[in-house]
Structure formats: structure tokens, C-alpha cells
């Protein structure tokens, strides 16, 4: 009975691995190595035309960015606030300022609450289900819509204070950035050999500095990349500002006021129904993704380096 | 100048397994003492207990007295105070890979606060000079990592930098078992030449190695220690039969 | 008392002292130097380093507040979570005693007359996310497949390189372009083309204008591909070789070795990793807001707008008048809050349980 789906070793010798074993087998075997064979190319071809798939959109967006945007980047772009509505010119000056404020805000409370986080998940923690919960916590954390952590800073902040502010909307960004930041200290802490933690200890320096001299100082290019991780994620954050930050047309330095962002001001602009401030969207969004793209190409780079550099 | 260590009824825990059992011992000042058994009889755990770098491992726990000259080491004063006199070098060499050469002999020093440049300088230079180490790295202090040394050259490094803080014991554990014979001998010779200055423990499984450096050995089975006299004695004529059967070769 | 050694040539030690008591300091002897001059013991003055290390503070209290102090960080975590349930509770309770639970399951939205209801929202968010995960799962999975099994190690690095940074572009570029490219194209040429080929199925009946159901899901299709397709080639790398090596020796083509001896044994995994898109989906409110219509009605018709949960809530917040209002919408903010949580938690549970633990990409 030829009812053995494999194919047998045939003693006429080897066709080759992809071609159906021809003489010697029976008619319904050969009909179902082709059949197999068949199959595993066309699910070769299927993977390869959903990778083609996948890329063509990016390759579109990008490319779309840049034949849109790049004709508005002038100086005027990076010097000058938006125009008046109907008028042309003007740039995105106010909304890169505010980014930049904003982000300093968020990162100067999410960093060091991530790398202290982190720390104490690799240092302290090991084996406690503290901190198991602790880890769990944090990617849930992850997970929750941004729009909702700018709920919870407009609870916490605008509603108090009476207005909206770069204030709250740093708080709701660093909130974002701390489960990122905390699961790659903790991940680079890890890659720190043991070893050298111990002959830190046996020199007879006290734990905490044997932390920060030894185990932060080894891991640094890892624990950076993924700092630089989180910034370009929450870099490119619109729901969370709506209605902390609030999104303001001329310049602002205070952080109890509204303020821009880059993200904030293209989502305004680009469903709005002006001409030129569409134009000014397209420019501020391909000036977004260059700086995210080289802060995601420079973590490539540096995490190749840095994941050679910092074992040993 | 070293100090005499007193060790009466210690005992050493891992989770629950009981690694050291009553170990009662004498380690004369300024001699080097080499421990010798088969793997897994605990003398690693021995001497981990002797500068408590048993303790930073959360399961495990130690019970006995402990004395270095007069201080009950776990009783009369903090692991670290105890572990900046007791120097340790381990069995891989651990130098710290963002630090140059310098910074690694004197970290024992910066990492403590100690800024005085004059004497960290002469004190890097002392004690590489000490491992025999000064010759081969003089030019490069500073520019060079310390993990970019061949692995002998690390080792004699982790020894300078044990040197570096000036400590009253020296505790060795396998510190030539992962370098290569020429490396070896170098480091034996150190060991000579520093033990009439330091109180030196060694952990070896090379027994040659322990006849060639240590004036006093004592052998570890399973937890206990089994006998402990000068090292003449026990390779020649060891009171115990197990001791005998261990030189010998009949097991280990 | 001083002391003074001589220097002896450069690689030999000088003479050891007498033996003393320990607990007196003792001079080092490869010294070379001359002890300061105060009153010193018996043997020789200690070395300005033990002198310095014996006086150095053994950090005894720094140690303890140190771990503390990461101790407090690393529960804040809790705190932020906890905080954030907390004050969703509290501003959704003037909605949650007006309406009750009945919320969810009413469709009427009129802020102007009080009437509130979240059920269109539901409806928007759950038809947008599954007709995604519909799309994007079946691409994901090709291009993981792609990727770890049958990619030449050459071009691996520079496709998975792309397709992370599909994850890398912000979800309001991801709008920009939908409303000026996708929209266009979906009211101009797919539309048409849908309609004239599917139209029987009902699905594609009403005014086509571009912005609704469909075009939402397809660039949320978009957007939460990359992350299914790297927690699935994660899941696929944590098969171990020996799998795939025993279903090879058993005579199988490559495709039936991806099936049984990897596709089977990571099949729980996927599921997390599909689940994990799910939940992104569901939170995701930029790029949706953009294109989906922002219109309260549930419809049969993929050209329909719509609204989601999220995009209500970019939408209306700043412009709510009046506390219930501003309730009703925190509660759909509640709502979207624990979904999330749940369906996140079911999925890093699935992809733990394959993975074992392993640190997953946090992306």
C-alpha cells in the first residue's frame, strides 16, 4: 500500500531537493510530493510578497513625507511662528521650541524614576516577588492608551491649577517614557557580569557605590539607548498633549502655560481647512520623523557597539 | 603586616544545603596557608566566609566565630570594614572593563573617596611594581582598559589592586587555575614574595602548587575540615587516611 | 615617632616587621615613605591609605537609604496605575450614577440634550480593531515568517530594520498621510472598486466620501503590524533548533518544517502576539481620529463613519461643557482603561508562557 505520505530514498538516484522523486514511485505519492512541494512554494512566495507588502507603505509614507515637506523647509520654517490664518509663510519655530520644552520636562522626571526603577529590579530585587509585580506593572502600564495618561494629568494637574500647562503635559509624558526606561536598565543591568559587582564588593566598597561606580557605569551605552528609546517615542506624541499642553500659536517659555508641540500642531493643522497650513503640516511632520529616524538609527548603532563594549 | 585569623565552629549555609560544617582552624599571620580538597568540598565557601563576601549571596548564611587578630569579623564590625582589609582576588581575573589600568589598581581607592593624586600615583606604581606587573604596563597607565591585558597580565592587575588598599590578609581563591603555565609561575613566585608581609590564604586544586608556596595546608572533604598542619607534614606523612588517599591520587 | 625605610632596589621587598597585635595598625612594609608626625603605636605609624580607610564611613546608612530610594521608585510604578484608576473612578462618578451601567449599551450621543451613550463608540472601536487585526495578522505573520525562517542572513538586518521603523512613526504622520493619500485613493479608485466586485455582501452600500470604517482599519492595519510581526518572530526564535531539526529528519519540506515544528509549538505565542495588536488597536487614537469620520452612528456599511472610543475623547474633551459631559467622557476613558489592561494582561501572559520570561521588546 502506497499510503506513506514521505517520500522514500529513491535508489535511482537523488533528483535534488526540490524537485518530486520521479521514477520508481507510484502515481498517487508523486502526485502528493508535488502537491507538497507546490505548497511550500507558494507559501515561500506568499512571505515574500507580504514583506513586499509591508515595506511598500513605508517606503510611501516616506517618500510622500519628503516630496510634500521638503519643499517648505526653509529657515523662515525653523525661525518663524505660524501666520496669521490666509496669510502665507510663517514656519513652526513656537511648536519645535515647545516640543523641545516639553520633552526636557518629561524626560527630566521619567529618566531618573525609570533608571532608579530599573536599579532597583536588578539590584535589589532578584527573586523577590516584589519584583515580579513590579515588572508585570510596568508593562502594563505600556500598554495603556496615551490618551488616557493625558486624563490622568489633566486630573492631576490642569484641573488644579485651572489652566493648561507644559507642566502637566511633562507629567503625562513621563509617565509614558518610565516602563520603557525601566525594562532596559533593568535588561542592561542584567548583561553586567556578576564577577566584576564581586570584586567591587571585595575591594570593600559599600553596595550602593559598587551600583553606580561599577554596575550603572559598565551598562551606560545600554541604559542611554534605551533612554534615547523612550524620548523618540514620546517625541512623537499627539493625544496625551490635547488637553494638558494644550497647543499654543506664539512663542511661550512658562510651563504653567500652554505651550506647542511638533505632533500637537500638525494634527491641528492637518485637519484644519487651509492650504497652508497643510503645507506647514507636511514640513513640521518629515522635520518629526527625521529626528525620530535618527534617534532609532543612532540606538542601532550605538546598541551594536554598546552590547560589545559593555561585557567582558 | 598581616594578622592572624581564628576560626571556631563555622558553619556555612546555602539555601539549605550545609556547605561548611564546624570548620575549627588556625591561620598563622604572615604565612601563606593553602587549602586543598576536591571540588565541591567548600573551600571556595571557606574563604568567601573570611571577608563575608559569603553573605552577598541572599540565600546564604554562616553561624561561628571568626576572628582576625581581635575583631570578631561578623560580630565587632561591618562586612565593610572588613572587606577593606582583607584583600581578595578570584579565580577569573575581574578587572572592571570601562576603567584604564590605572583606575583599576587604585579603584579600591578612588571608589572610597580618596582623592590625594601624589599618593594614589605612588601607590598604583607600589603595588604593580609589588605583582610584578610595573615593567610591562609603565607606559600605558592610563591609556590603556584593563580588560584589553592578556588574561596572566589581568590577574597580576587584580593582585595590585588587592595590594593597592593595603590589606592585612590576602585571600586567594584558585587564582592561577584559568592562566597559562608561564603565568602560573609568575604569580606563584608573587605569592613567595609577598607572604612575609601579608597573611595569605590560597585555595588550590593543584597540590604541587600548594607544596611550592604555602608553609601551612589543610585539607577539606565535604564540608569538613579533615586535617590542617605544615605543609611538610601533611604531603609527607598526613595523620589522616583521607588526607593520604587525596595526595596520593586515589580520588579528587 | 617616624619611620623611615630605606629604599630597597626596585622588584624585592624589604624585611618584614615583628609579629604584633591585630588590632593595632601596621606599617606597610614595601614602604618608602616617611610617616606624618603624629603620635603612632609601637610598630610604625599606619599608611595614609589604611589611616584613610579605617577613618572612611562604611557607608552603612548610605547603603540603607540608597535602597530605599530605589525601593520607592520602583513602587511609584504601582503608584502611577494605581493613581490613574483612581482618579478615572472619582471624575466618571457624576456619569457612572446618572447613567449606570446602561452606558455602554445605549446609542444615542447628543451632548447638547444630555443624552449620552457609549455603545457607537464600542462598536466603532471593536469593527475598526478586528477588521485591522484581520488584515494585518495574516501580513505579520508572512513577514515573521519571512523574516526568521527564510530571509538570506544578508538582508535581515536591513528588512527588520525597516520594519521597526514602521513602529517608529508617530500615529498623527500615519494620519497626515491617510487623510491626504489613503482617504483620496479609498473615495477614488478602491471605493469604486469594492463596490463593483463586493458590493452583493451589503457591506458597501451608502455614500462613499472617502473618510469612515474602512480607511480607519486599514491604517490601523498599518500601524499595529510591525508589533505582532516582532513579538512573532521573538516567539519563533524561542523554538528550540532541535524542533524544526526533528520534524526536517522526518522527510518534511521547509514549509512543513515552519509549520509543525515551529508554527505548532509557538502557536500560543502568536496568539499573545495577535492579542498584544489587539490591544494596541484598541487605544489607538491619532491616526482613527483623523480618518474615521468622528460621526456616533453604528452602521452596516464599511464606508460609514464612525467613532471610537479613544477619538471621542481627542475630540470632545477640550470642548465639553458641563460636568456630565466631561463625566460621560472619562467614563469611556475608564472603559478603554480596563479593556486595555485585561487584554494586555492575557497577552504578555500567553507570550510569557512561551517565551519563559525572557525580557520581551518593549515596543
Redesign the interface.
Known amino acids: 500500500m502506497n499510503s506513506n505520505p514521505?517520500?522514500i530514498a529513491t535508489p535511482g538516484g537523488d533528483n535534488g531537493p526540490l524537485r518530486p522523486p520521479t521514477d520508481y514511485q507510484s502515481r498517487s505519492l508523486r502526485l502528493n510530493s508535488i502537491w507538497?512541494?507546490g505548497?511550500?512554494h507558494l507559501?515561500?512566495g506568499?512571505?515574500?510578497?507580504?514583506?513586499v507588502?509591508?515595506?511598500v507603505?513605508?517606503v510611501?509614507?516616506l517618500a510622500?513625507?519628503l516630496y510634500?515637506g521638503a519643499s517648505s523647509l526653509n529657515l523662515d520654517f525653523f525661525t518663524h511662528i505660524p501666520a496669521p490664518v490666509g496669510e502665507t509663510g510663517g514656519g513652526m519655530a513656537n511648536s519645535i521650541v515647545g516640543s523641545a520644552i516639553v520633552l526636557a520636562l518629561a524626560s527630566s522626571m521619567g529618566i531618573?524614576?525609570g533608571i532608579?526603577?530599573g536599579?532597583?529590579?536588578a539590584?535589589?530585587?532578584?527573586?523577590k516577588m516584589?519584583?515580579m509585580?513590579?515588572r508585570?506593572?510596568?508593562?502594563?502600564?505600556?500598554?495603556?492608551?496615551?490618551?488616557?495618561?493625558g486624563?490622568?494629568a489633566?486630573?492631576?494637574i490642569v484641573i488644579q491649577q485651572g489652566h493648561f500647562s507644559a507642566l502637566s503635559g511633562g507629567v503625562a509624558l513621563a509617565?509614558m517614557m518610565?516602563?520603557?526606561i525601566?525594562?532596559?536598565t533593568?535588561?542592561m543591568l542584567?548583561t553586567v557580569?556578576h564577577?566584576?559587582r564581586?570584586?567591587?564588593?571585595?575591594?570593600?566598597?559599600?553596595?550602593?557605590?559598587?551600583?553606580i561606580?561599577?554596575s550603572l557605569?559598565?551598562a551606560s551605552p545600554g541604559i542611554i539607548t534605551g533612554c534615547m528609546l523612550a524620548f523618540?517615542?514620546v517625541?512623537?506624541?499627539?493625544?496625551p498633549l490635547?488637553?494638558t499642553a494644550?497647543g499654543n500659536q506664539f512663542w511661550s517659555f512658562k510651563l504653567n502655560e500652554p505651550i506647542a508641540a511638533l505632533?500637537l500642531q500638525?494634527?491641528v493643522y492637518?485637519?484644519s481647512p487651509y492650504d497652508e497650513w497643510?503645507r506647514l503640516?507636511?514640513a513640521g511632520?518629515l522635520v518629526?520623523?527625521l529626528m525620530?529616524?535618527v534617534s532609532?538609527t543612532l540606538v542601532?548603532i550605538y546598541a551594536g557597539r554598546g552590547a560589545l563594549?559593555?561585557?567582558? | 603586616m598581616g594578622v592572624g585569623i581564628n576560626v571556631e565552629h563555622l558553619n556555612a549555609w546555602y539555601g539549605t544545603n550545609h556547605t561548611l560544617q564546624d570548620i575549627n582552624l588556625n591561620i598563622p599571620a604572615n604565612h601563606a596557608t593553602a587549602l586543598i580538597g576536591p571540588s565541591g568540598c567548600g573551600k571556595s565557601t571557606f574563604v568567601r566566609c573570611l571577608?563575608r563576601?559569603h553573605e552577598?549571596n541572599?540565600i546564604a548564611r554562616a553561624t561561628g566565630v571568626v576572628k582576625m587578630g581581635e575583631v570578631d569579623i561578623y560580630k565587632d564590625a561591618s562586612p565593610?570594614?572588613?572587606?577593606?582589609?582583607v584583600?581578595?582576588v578570584?579565580q577569573?581575573p575581574?578587572?572592571?572593563?570601562?576603567m584604564s589600568i590605572y583606575d583599576n589598581v587604585a579603584?579600591?581607592l578612588k571608589?572610597?573617596g580618596f582623592r590625594n593624586k601624589a599618593i594614589l600615583d605612588e601607590t598604583v606604581e607600589r603595588s604593580l611594581k609589588a605583582a610584578a606587573l610595573w615593567e610591562e604596563v609603565k607606559d600605558e597607565l592610563k591609556k590603556k582598559s584593563g580588560?584589553s591585558l592578556s588574561g596572566g597580565q589581568q590577574q597580576r592587575m587584580?593582585i595590585a589592586?588587592?595590594l593597592a588598599?593595603d590589606p592585612e590578609v590576602l585571600l586567594m581563591d584558585e587564582p592561577a587555575s584559568a592562566l597559562d603555565p608561564v603565568s602560573t609561575s609568575k604569580i606563584e613566585d608573587l605569592i613567595f614574595q609577598l607572604k612575609s608581609q601579608y597573611t595569605i590564604v590560597i585555595v588550590t586544586h593543584n597540590m604541587q602548587q600548594a607544596a611550592r608556596v604555602a608553609e601551612n595546608t589543610g585539607f577539606f572533604l565535604n564540608g569538613k575540615m579533615v586535617e590542617f598542619n605544615s605543609t611538610d607534614k601533611i604531603f609527607t606523612t598526613p595523620s589522616d587516611k583521607r588526607t593520604e588517599d587525596y595526595i596520593t591520587g586515589r580520588f579528587g | 615617632m617616624s619611620l623611615e625605610r630605606e629604599p630597597e632596589p626596585s622588584s624585592s621587598l624589604t624585611a618584614p616587621l615583628t609579629q604584633t597585635e591585630a588590632t593595632q595598625l601596621h606599617a606597610p612594609a614595601i614602604a618608602n615613605f616617611v610617616a606624618s608626625a603624629e603620635p603612632v603605636a609601637a610598630e610604625g605609624p599606619p599608611s595614609p591609605i589604611r589611616q584613610y580607610?579605617n577613618g572612611c564611613s562604611?557607608?552603612?546608612f548610605?547603603?540603607k537609604?540608597?535602597?530605599a530610594?530605589?525601593?520607592v521608585?520602583?513602587?511609584?510604578?504601582?503608584a502611577?496605575?494605581l493613581?490613574?484608576l483612581t482618579?478615572?473612578i472619582?471624575?466618571s462618578k457624576l456619569s457612572l450614577a446618572q447613567f449606570g451601567f446602561g452606558f455602554f449599551l445605549h446609542s444615542g450621543w447628543d451632548p447638547v440634550s444630555g443624552d449620552f451613550g457609549a455603545l457607537p463608540f464600542i462598536f466603532g472601536t471593536l469593527a475598526t480593531s478586528l477588521l485591522a487585526l484581520a488584515m494585518a495578522v495574516?501580513?505579520?505573520?508572512?513577514?515573521a515568517?519571512?523574516?526568521s525562517e527564510?530571509c538570506p542572513a544578508r538582508l535581515r538586518a536591513p528588512?527588520s530594520?525597516?520594519?521597526?521603523?514602521?513602529a517608529?512613526?508617530?500615529?498623527?504622520?500615519?494620519?497626515?498621510?491617510a487623510?491626504?493619500?489613503l482617504v483620496p485613493i479609498m473615495r477614488d479608485q478602491l471605493g469604486p472598486l469594492l463596490l463593483k466586485y463586493l458590493g452583493w455582501t451589503g457591506f458597501f452600500g451608502g455614500y462613499n466620501f472617502g473618510v469612515g470604517l474602512l480607511t480607519a482599519s486599514i491604517i490601523l492595519a498599518?500601524m499595529i503590524?510591525p508589533i505582532i510581526?516582532s513579538i512573532t518572530r521573538d516567539i519563533m526564535q524561542a523554538v528550540p533548533t532541535s524542533q524544526r531539526e526533528a520534524v526536517l529528519a522526518?522527510?518534511a519540506?521547509?514549509?512543513?518544517m515552519?509549520r509543525t515544528g515551529v508554527l505548532r509549538n509557538a502557536r500560543i505565542g502568536i496568539v499573545g502576539a495577535v492579542i498584544?495588536g489587539l490591544?494596541?488597536a484598541?487605544?489607538?487614537?491619532?491616526a482613527v481620529t483623523?480618518v474615521i469620520g468622528n460621526h456616533p452612528v453604528i452602521s452596516k456599511s464599511l464606508f460609514a463613519p464612525g467613532y471610537t472610543l479613544?477619538s471621542v475623547?481627542?475630540n470632545e474633551?477640550?470642548e465639553a461643557t458641563g460636568d456630565l459631559y466631561l463625566s460621560a467622557l472619562?467614563e469611556i476613558?475608564l472603559a478603554?482603561?480596563l479593556v486595555?489592561?485585561v487584554?494586555?494582561?492575557i497577552a504578555?501572559a500567553l507570550v510569557w508562557a512561551v517565551t519563559r520570561g525572557a525580557?520581551s521588546r518593549?515596543s
Request: proline share 6%; aromatic share 10%; charged share 10%.
Open positions: 514521505l517520500p507538497r512541494y505548497v511550500n507559501v515561500t506568499l512571505a515574500v510578497l507580504s514583506t507588502l509591508v515595506i507603505p513605508l510611501a509614507i510622500y513625507l510634500k531618573p524614576l532608579a526603577a536599579v532597583y529590579l539590584e535589589y530585587g532578584q527573586g516584589l519584583a509585580a513590579v508585570f506593572t510596568a508593562d502594563v502600564l505600556n500598554g495603556i492608551p496615551s490618551i488616557v495618561m486624563i490622568a489633566y486630573s492631576l509617565i518610565v516602563p520603557t525601566t525594562r532596559t533593568e535588561e542584567m557580569p564577577a566584576i564581586e570584586a567591587a564588593l571585595g575591594l570593600g566598597v559599600p553596595k550602593w557605590r559598587t551600583v561606580s561599577v557605569r559598565t523618540a517615542r517625541a512623537g506624541e499627539t493625544a490635547l488637553f494644550f505632533p500638525i494634527y492637518a485637519i497643510h503640516a507636511w511632520a518629526l520623523i525620530i529616524m532609532v542601532r563594549k559593555g561585557a567582558s | 571577608n563576601m552577598t541572599p565593610v570594614d572588613i572587606r577593606r582589609r584583600g581578595m578570584f577569573r575581574n578587572p572592571f572593563p570601562t579603584s579600591g571608589l572610597n580588560a587584580c589592586r588587592a588598599v | 580607610l562604611n557607608g552603612g548610605a547603603d537609604s540608597f535602597a530610594l530605589m525601593l521608585c520602583a513602587l511609584s510604578i504601582f502611577i496605575v493613581f490613574i482618579i478615572l472619582v471624575r495574516p501580513l505579520a505573520l508572512g513577514v515568517i519571512f523574516l527564510l528588512i530594520f525597516l520594519t521597526e521603523l514602521l517608529a512613526i508617530p500615529s498623527v504622520v500615519y494620519g497626515l498621510w487623510v491626504f493619500v498599518i503590524l510581526s522526518l522527510g519540506t521547509h514549509w512543513e515552519i498584544l490591544g494596541r484598541l487605544g489607538e487614537t491619532m483623523m479613544a475623547i481627542a474633551f477640550t472619562i476613558g478603554l482603561f486595555t489592561i487584554v494586555n494582561a504578555r525580557p518593549v
